[in-house]
């Protein structure tokens, strides 16, 4: 069965970090693209993050993280991770993982984890 296990979700002050991970099994962790993606209360779920395990690691950041999070793989525990440093309230959602194939577009046919909630306080 294909599984993504998203965790390292908590509560944080502002200025804080916190470090997600993605356990991912069950399919080809290699020819996949990792995504993270938010959803905050009352908002769309927008993408934060990718890294393509198809080539060197090629990554992508929305300009809200950019500078703050960072995104790895590690391929040999099949493991993407989120560093996210200099939390701000506005950061406060639930992070998801997704794998798709090539892209990193959030699709519902990616393979998506169940999600782990951030909550950054002021």
């Known amino acids: 069965d294909v599984q993504l296990q998203a965790s390292g979700g908590g509560l944080v002050q502002a200025g804080g970090s916190l470090r997600l991970s993605c356990a991912a099994s069950?399919?080809?962790?290699?020819?996949?693209?990792i995504g993270w993606f938010r959803q905050a209360p009352g908002k769309e779920r927008e993408g934060v993050s990718c890294?393509?395990?198809?080539?060197?690691?090629?990554?992508y950041y929305a300009d809200s993280v950019k500078g703050r999070f960072t995104t790895s793989s590690d391929n040999a525990k099949n493991t993407v991770y989120l560093q996210m440093n200099s939390l701000k309230p506005e950061d406060t959602a639930v992070y998801y993982c997704a794998a798709e194939r090539f892209l990193c577009s959030g699709s519902t046919s990616a393979y998506w984890g169940q999600g782990t909630l951030v909550t950054v306080s002021s």
């Open positions: 069950g399919f080809k962790f290699d020819d996949y693209v």
């Open positions: 890294i393509s395990n198809l080539d060197d690691g090629t990554t």
